[in-house]
């Protein structure tokens, strides 16, 4: 039996559906129970003419929709299709087709009998097996240029490689083997008997005559019963016809000799005796085989004809089973073509004490039809399908409501993004409902506990001012969704929606309750649902008045999120780190301090936590509001295996106001923090506002460990502070031995690696330093004092001295300070110092 496909059967009670209140206006308020089986009649009859004309594709459906589409074909279709690219619809192509559909039911036909039959085809009989292949041949390169209509999208394609891809994926392996000679073949090769057997790949072409059927079926000016009765006969001959040559196949496949050991070699019928049956009329020899094969389908036996060989009774086994298939399959048919359903007890009860209830109250007349109608309505379209399917397991129900919903709901622009788990929570908790024309679903200011998706049908939003006058404020259409407003703000239903005249309403709605519940476990989506009300705000008026609330939600969802992983970061709980961002959550999110749960993971000391940030593809190299990065914090809470794994990965350190911080440290002798910030990187030449490096400082405080650990990092004892001081002048100052040991030794490795770097270090402090040198002993009278002279400080004490003794107009050759210390090098000189030459 076939079985009308569940897509086909919602259609047809849609279709039906739309003209129950029509026809049930005609009926007496009162008997309305006793009309019922006649609108179930009247709409059985609707539904015929309309599925004749739809059929059970979606595009056929989708074309009852969007009526609109067939008039926007038929006008731009020339300038969809290229040149060269045939039009489907056009006349001269449907003629080739028919003319295509003749020769494929005479080949079809003939293929069998050709096969069995002959062994070489006769003259007048090769000529026309030649034409006709002359005419598949020429089909095959027609059909690399008609468009086609995409059977997900519904648009006409006529790019001519899509085209080609799409037949030669097809039939066109078949098309192109079933167009060669094969009679011609066999000759050729010597009547090699395994090449007649490629002669079956040409009843592929039986699939043209099924499309012809197809297409009959669907054509309203052709009777629907006649046209599937029609189809089960031809169906129930080609299969006899096609057994009878194979009966008569088997027969020859004997020699001569042994014709008396074949079914129709050894059959005697009356005084006619089929000895030597080849040289008997074709036709004589075809309707024996098909009257064998007939009652053998029927099962009938008259025992005049019946298998002798081995052969004969194992193919004979094959074709009666395959017979009961055919004819389960054909009564079957013939039985859901005769027999009409009807009303079932239980409506016809329901309706009566629906009467009964509405009698007792006294309700109005035009209240009572509405009611009648309505519960009609949700009973035909919606109950009957839930009880039909309620004993079914939930699965199959879930995987029966993705079928049916999932394409309405992916559609709805309010899902844009969403994931597909959360679409399936959705559709599965979907029921179905119709609504007639003018209809009001949710009223302007009640609480919404319902979320509706429209399917089929219009519907308008009216907003209803203070003085009760109503306005529309937006049009509803398939693919949409109402009452989202009201659920997610917490807010009353901002206007009220009814369905519109033009006809009946199929919605889908889910209970509020359900859509928060799913919501709160997949949160992503729901912040995703928010975006997408915000992104058609400038469509939608009414959306746009609660722009607001919709923000406030979307920010307070967002700060949860990352306040929850934030947490679980903090705590160390890796499953439900990996939960949250399995259900959406962005762990590259960072909360108000900019902080990243890489950051938190780092400080804590959680390096599971630390380990699956990175394959999750964080930013090791994200700084906070404070400047921190993860690594830094895994080095000032003293996790080195934090550390090492980010540094690892390829994080560097990055600490904002480094010098300070350095400098900072070696003054308090935090001697574990700079040896962890040494050894990831951090620059040893770090200078805070004073310029002075970390080395200036222990070497100042005399701080001999760190200011090893500082040089053996490559701190420069050259570095110049704002004085122009070094750490080499910082030592000679302190007066410390082990430190300037450490310092000149330093001095001289640096040098031996970088030759010019004290020439590099005197040009830089050449126009910062300066001194005052004056003609006479410190020691001497006051009154003995004479005038000195203020210098650049140059490169050797021997310019210097050579320029004092120039421009003092003296003969001293030694240098002193104003302690009487004689002073060998000019880097021991500080800026503004003053400075006396004396005689040797």
């Not at 049009?475 to 989202?484: A, I, R, V, Y």
């Not at 001295?801 to 240098?815: A, D």
Request: aromatic share 12%; charged share 25%; proline share 3%.
């Amino acid at each position: 039996m076939e079985i009308e496909s569940s897509a086909q059967a919602r259609w047809r009670k849609a279709v039906a559906l739309a003209r129950a209140p029509r026809l049930a206006a005609a009926a007496e308020v009162d008997g309305d129970a006793a009309a019922a089986p006649k609108v179930e009649v009247d709409d059985e009859i609707e539904y015929e003419e309309m599925a004749e004309q739809m059929g059970s594709s979606h595009g056929a459906q989708f074309f009852l929709l969007r009526p609109g589409l067939r008039v926007g074909w038929s006008a731009g279709r020339e300038k969809l299709l290229g040149r060269f690219i045939i039009d489907p619809d056009n006349r001269w192509y449907q003629l080739w087709m028919q003319f295509i559909l003749l020769w494929a039911v005479y080949s079809s036909f003939f293929t069998p009998m050709e096969f069995a039959f002959f062994r070489g085809l006769p003259k007048n009989l090769f000529v026309l097996d030649i034409a006709g292949q002359f005419a598949f041949f020429v089909d095959l390169f027609v059909q690399f240029r008609v468009a086609y209509r995409d059977s997900h999208t519904y648009n006409i394609v006529s790019n001519p490689s899509d085209i080609a891809i799409r037949y030669a994926k097809s039939s066109f392996i078949f098309d192109l083997l079933g167009c060669f000679p094969w009679d011609y073949i066999y000759k050729a090769s010597g009547n090699k008997e395994e090449v007649r057997f490629l002669l079956w790949i040409r009843l592929t072409r039986a699939c043209r005559v099924t499309g012809f059927f197809e297409k009959m079926e669907k054509d309203i000016r052709i009777n629907y019963l006649f046209t599937r009765i029609v189809k089960l006969l031809v169906v129930e001959l080609y299969c006899t016809h096609t057994a009878a040559c194979i009966f008569y196949y088997l027969a020859t496949t004997l020699p001569e000799s042994m014709e008396g050991y074949t079914w129709i070699g050894s059959l005697k019928m009356g005084d006619y005796n089929y000895s030597h049956f080849r040289e008997i009329d074709l036709w004589r020899r075809y309707t024996t085989s098909l009257y064998f094969a007939i009652v053998t389908m029927a099962t009938v036996g008259y025992g005049d004809v019946h298998a002798v060989n081995a052969r004969e009774m194992i193919f004979i086994m094959i074709y009666v089973s395959f017979d009961m298939i055919l004819g389960a399959y054909l009564l079957g048919n013939m039985t859901a073509l005769i027999v009409k359903g009807s009303n079932t007890e239980r409506f016809r009860d329901k309706m009566k004490d629906l009467i009964r209830y509405m009698n007792r109250n006294r309700l109005g007349k035009d209240i009572r039809r509405q009611i009648k109608e309505h519960v009609r309505l949700q009973y035909e379209s919606s109950y009957t399908e839930a009880s039909v399917i309620q004993d079914l397991p939930a699965s199959i129900r879930a995987k029966i409501c993705q079928s049916l919903y999932r394409p309405y709901i992916e559609q709805t622009s309010l899902f844009t993004g969403c994931s597909a788990e959360f679409i399936n929570q959705i559709v599965m908790r979907l029921q179905e409902e119709f609504f007639l024309p003018g209809e009001v679903i949710i009223e302007q200011g009640n609480p919404v506990d319902q979320l509706y998706f429209v399917c089929h049908g219009a519907l308008e939003g009216i907003g209803i001012g203070e003085n009760g006058s109503e306005e529309t404020v937006l049009k509803l259409e398939p693919n949409s969704s109402f009452g989202e407003i009201a659920i997610l703000c917490n807010i009353p239903q901002p206007y009220t929606v009814r369905v519109c005249q033009e006809g009946l309403c199929r919605l889908l709605r889910l209970d509020k309750q359900l859509f928060t519940n799913i919501l709160e476990i997949y949160f992503i989506d729901g912040r995703k649902i928010l975006n997408n009300l915000l992104e058609g705000k400038e469509s939608n008026i009414c959306i746009k008045q609660f722009e607001s609330d919709i923000t406030f939600h979307i920010g307070k969802q967002e700060a949860e999120l990352a306040l929850k992983v934030n947490n679980a970061s903090y705590y160390g709980d890796l499953d439900h780190l990996k939960g949250l961002i399995k259900a959406g959550a962005d762990p590259k999110k960072t909360d108000y301090d900019g902080r990243s749960p890489l950051h938190i993971a780092a400080s804590r000391g959680h390096e599971n936590i630390t380990l699956f940030l990175i394959q999750e593809h964080l930013d090791v190299n994200l700084s906070d509001k404070f400047g921190n990065t993860p690594l830094l914090e895994a080095v000032i809470h003293g996790h080195d295996r934090i550390a090492s794994l980010l540094f690892t990965h390829g994080a560097k350190l990055s600490l904002k106001d480094a010098g300070s911080h350095l400098c900072s440290a070696v003054a308090k002798g935090d001697s574990d923090f700079i040896r962890r910030i040494l050894i990831y990187g951090m620059d040893p030449n770090s200078k805070d506002y004073d310029l002075r490096t970390p080395l200036h400082i222990a070497v100042a405080e005399g701080i001999y460990s760190i200011a090893k650990m500082l040089l053996e990092a490559g701190a420069s004892v050259f570095a110049i502070d704002r004085w122009g001081a070094t750490p080499l002048d910082e030592g000679v100052k302190a007066g410390n031995k082990s430190m300037m040991l450490l310092l000149e030794e330093a001095k001289s490795k640096e040098l031996s690696k970088f030759p010019g770097r004290l020439q590099e270090v005197q040009e830089k402090t050449h126009s910062r330093r300066r001194c005052i040198v004056f003609p006479f002993h410190p020691w001497d009278q006051r009154d003995e004092r004479k005038e000195g002279i203020m210098l650049w400080i140059p490169h050797t004490m021997e310019e210097l001295i050579k320029s004092s003794q120039e421009l003092l107009s003296c003969t001293g050759s030694l240098i002193l300070s104003e302690d009487g210390g004689r002073i060998p090098d000019v880097g021991m000189i500080c800026d503004n110092q003053k400075l006396y030459l004396v005689p040797d």
